[in-house]
């Protein structure tokens, strides 16, 4: 009976800290430099469904040439909201080449879809104003190894 007691315990502990990384930011994920031009991006990547369905949520800041990019295992069209996102963020729906689809900025805390205009397998998103503020738009090449050369 202990020894099942002891079991019980176990698994609710697991089940709440699952609960508990839900409503934290996700900090330790690997990174991955990408170059836009002359600047250096500092991207975290969410590649699990986990880590994307978390993505930036909660997370109070994020330094200027900090973003995170997320990684799907096919392309298509990708869509992107922001609840429990506190930050204002601009999403970078970016094709297997590193070139931008298209850019959306998003509102915080909002469940307004933001989607690719064309299948991606790619999004990068940049604190709100990054990517406008370098004079990048659709069309631009992103570079880095998820990037598949021409």
Known sequence: MKHFATLLLSLALLCSGTSFAQS????????V?????????????????????????FRQQMPPAEGMLF??????????WMKNTLLPLTAAFVADNGT???LADMTPQSTDSHCSEKPVRFVLEMNQGWFAQK????????????FKSE
């Open 24 to 31: 934290a930011p996700q900090m330790n994920l690997p990174r």
């Open 71 to 80: 990684v799907f295992e096919q392309a298509g069209q990708q869509c992107f």
């Open 100 to 102: 931008i689809v298209n």
């Open 135 to 146: 004079g990048i738009k659709a069309g631009f090449k992103l570079g880095g190894p998820p």
């Open 33 to 57: 430099k990408l170059t836009a031009g002359m600047y250096l991006v500092d991207a975290q990547v969410a590649a699990t469904p986990e880590q994307r369905s978390t993505g930036l949520m």
